[in-house]
């Protein structure tokens, strides 16, 4: 199995300002994903973070609004730009092997609150 | 898009009780899995199925991978406290996992 470790735990933030989220794995994974969940709601993926290549965005989400870094195969980060209390939600970094899923294992998760 | 439908939303039992929760999709999975989520916690996997009519046991969790491949349950058996949480089902394509909405389960010592 693999320990991801997310930074910070939570935090809370003003409407307008950027927060940064580090997500650190101990083993050389070939993906590593980004997932949003609202209070109450399931996970939905933001991207998918490609090493050293722009990350693959799903429907909805924009890189100017969720900007992501993959510089290495450990490490990854998602930053949430300009916030707006819609923006409120547990951020979680998601690592596994490419196509094998019971490989994908879960960070802590970061929860952000907007105010 | 792919969209799973998971029920119950919530589910609130007696210690010792069964519980069974299921997943439906318009779409076809190749994989289908079950996920727990404990508070301030990232989901952990329970259970992952790979063929159609596959039934998998993990202590007393169950899980079934439909013959349609449309479809997953799983099946909790003589539950205790800490079976607490949010069980999430996930559909996997191509690298690609989509969760269910959860079913939040209170168990009541």
């Known amino acids: 199995s693999a320990v991801i470790s997310q930074k910070p735990s939570r935090d809370i933030c003003q409407r307008g300002t950027s927060l940064t989220i580090q997500c650190q794995v101990d083993?050389?994974?070939?993906?590593m994903f980004w997932y949003r969940q609202q209070p109450g709601q399931s996970l939905t993926l933001i991207a998918t973070a490609n090493q050293g290549s722009e990350a693959t965005y799903e429907s909805g989400f924009v890189i100017d609004k969720f900007p992501i870094s993959r510089p290495n195969l450990t490490f990854s980060t998602l930053t949430v730009s300009n916030m707006s209390p819609e923006d409120s939600s547990i951020y979680l970094c998601?690592?596994?092997?490419?196509?094998?899923?019971?490989?994908?294992?879960f960070g802590p998760g970061t929860r952000l609150t907007v105010l | 898009g792919q969209q799973l439908n998971q029920s119950p939303q919530s589910m609130f039992i007696q210690e010792g009780e069964d519980v069974s929760m299921n997943c439906t999709s318009s779409?076809?999975?190749?994989?289908w899995l079950w996920y727990k989520q404990d508070p301030g916690e990232g989901p952990v996997l329970l259970i992952a199925?790979?063929?159609?009519?596959e039934l998998t046991s993990n202590g007393r969790l169950t899980a079934q991978f439909g013959i349609t491949r449309k479809d997953s349950f799983l099946n909790i058996s003589a539950s205790i406290p800490s079976d607490v949480g949010i069980y999430f089902c996930?559909?996997?394509?191509?690298?690609?996992?989509?969760f269910g909405a959860g079913t939040r389960l209170t168990v009541k010592p």
């Open positions: 996930a559909g996997y394509n191509n690298n690609d996992m989509r």
């Open positions: 998601s690592v596994g092997l490419a196509g094998v899923p019971d490989t994908q294992y």
């Open positions: 779409s076809i999975f190749n994989t």
């Open positions: 199925l790979y063929k159609a009519g």
């Open positions: 083993s050389q994974v070939t993906m």
